[in-house]
């Protein structure tokens, strides 16, 4: 009787679903504070409970058994890097500009959110241009986090080289240095019963990853619903790959990043329909379909605010000289025409098929258009043809040296594969093509 009052006391405090960690995780930490306040019974516990708020907040700590390592599940890293490039950041972290505004919920010992950071400033993201709010319902994790030492059970994403890069190594373990721990803010926060944050539309970026699974489904969509409202429109959050399945899909895109469990909170703009561009037939290869001048037409209908290509589409028969100016590539790394942008649409809301197919034929009008092969060679990244991949970044590069996306894009490639020395290669010249991008 008073276990399954203590079972409904957490349910009612915290939200937390015993039935997802099961009753004996539950017996197991009920037990362990029996046993350090030498209580007999039960009931004379549960009744300790309802009147000793730090009781029960140490009931918590036995119950929420932390697990996390720094780049866990690495996909969610290396999706939001590319997420920050693609964004350019539309205005949003870099010099001069707003802040990225980043939320680790929960953040636990501090692997995640100091992950973040390391991500970001290998993005190129330096000292006030992104800041980390990181919030647990654990004091004793917290308490860990922010003195940011830690022990090779960490540092369980092999070939990541963070060690020797971001950490100095002492008696205790391994410290993180200044650097890096100064991008992030910690804080104790319930996401049911705290304010997060005193203004909606606040962050760009939500990472929520591993929390969902401990709450019923009613209690799921109560945090969904207040993670959308802090979210800003356009921001991503990342989950959980157990918690995808949860996602308000009238609400958010999937970015379309693999393994990322990533999605974009929906704008005013709403999202592209595949019915907008001739669908690819069973059987058939990446090819337009058709006619040149049907492909024109049913692209007009996703780019009809683009007056350039309707220029064209109008006078199918005129040819025009390569242009270079349209291939230039701005400091967010698209070309001038707006139609790439719909393209890159496409590819969030992984409608791969119908992304190629418009990639390929605004080739075929302009075939020195580096970001064509730049979104056809990400495209094939997305669907794990890495080699595909390199043939068409380089083919990008070559064309618009400074193209800061293929560049960032090649760099992941190959220090996924482990090929560091080409990865700094590559990070090297983006980070020289950002700069010049900025001028």
Known sequence: MAFTKIKNLLKKRIGFHTDTVGESSIERAITCRLDQLTISSEQQYFALLMDNPKEFDELVEEVVVPETWFFRNVAPFYALRDYVSNMGASGVGRVGLKPLKVLSLPCSTGEEPYSIAMALRDEGLGEGEFSIDAMDISKRALTKARRAIYGKHSFREPGLGIQEKYFKKSRSGYQLLPEIKGHVSFSLANVLSDKICPVAEYYDVIFCRNLLIYFSRETQKI??????????????????????????????????????????????IPALKSSAVVKQKKGTNSEPVGKLKDIYAQLVEVTKKDLALSEKIKNPSVKRKYNTAKSKVTRKGFGKNSTWQKV?????????????????????????????????????????????????????????????????????????????????????????????NSE
């Open 223 to 268: 945090i969904l619903n207040k993670l959308y409202t802090l979210l800003k429109k356009g921001g991503v959050i990342f989950v959980g790959h157990a918690e995808a399945a949860q996602i308000n899909k009238k609400h958010f895109s999937k970015l379309g990043m693999q393994k990322s469990f990533a999605y974009r909170k929906d704008s005013i």
């Open 344 to 436: 890159e649409k496409f590819i969030e809301i992984a409608h791969y098929d119908e992304a190629t197919i418009a990639c390929e034929a605004l080739l075929k009008n302009e075939p020195e258009d580096a970001n064509g092969y730049y979104y056809l060679g990400l495209i094939s990244n997305l669907r794990g043809s890495t080699n595909v991949a390199e043939s068409l970044l380089k083919k990008a590069i070559y064309l618009a040296p400074h193209h800061q996306k293929a560049l960032g894009l090649s760099a992941q490639i190959a220090e996924v594969r482990g090929d560091n020395e080409n990865s700094e290669y590559y990070r090297r010249r983006e980070q020289k093509a950002r700069k010049k």
